[in-house]
């Protein structure tokens, strides 16, 4: 009987693969800006009940690339402090995922898409204040 207590990707030296997906670029090759008001697109957000504070509203600019969604998120600068008692600070995480919503929001205007359940989260790093995000 095999039981599996590990996986891996190998990448060249140097690389900055993840998953087995370069990203020496960003945005990555291919990928095309999502223009968006985000100070509108947070006030949307919030009419259908999810209201985030300063600290939650990273989202700075979001690319799509077929089903790929990739995004740049920055934690406020008064909450740079934290960083070193997380992993990934909940503010980043959060905003992170609202690329997603973002996306939805633009297919689906009454439906707010955001996950709530985790599985399969790996982390690389820690004590980011600005995360760059494939989703």
Do not use: C, K, N
Request: hydrophobic content about 45%.
């Amino acid at each position: 009987m095999w039981v599996r207590h590990a996986t891996g990707s190998l990448v060249a030296e140097g690389s900055a693969g993840v998953g087995g997906v370069v990203l020496e670029q960003w945005p990555p090759v291919g990928a095309e800006p999502v223009v968006a008001d985000l100070e509108v697109f947070y006030e949307r957000f919030s009419e259908r009940g999810f209201d985030y504070g300063p600290a939650f509203r990273g989202l700075e600019a979001v690319w799509r690339r077929g089903e790929e969604v990739f995004a740049q998120v920055r934690l406020p600068q008064e909450r740079v402090g934290e960083v070193e008692r997380f992993g990934v600070h909940p503010a980043l995480l959060d905003a992170a995922v609202h690329a997603v919503a973002l996306i939805a929001s633009e297919e689906d205007q009454e439906a707010a898409r955001i996950p709530f359940a985790w599985s399969g989260v790996r982390l690389h790093a820690s004590g980011a204040s600005v995360v760059r995000v494939r989703l």
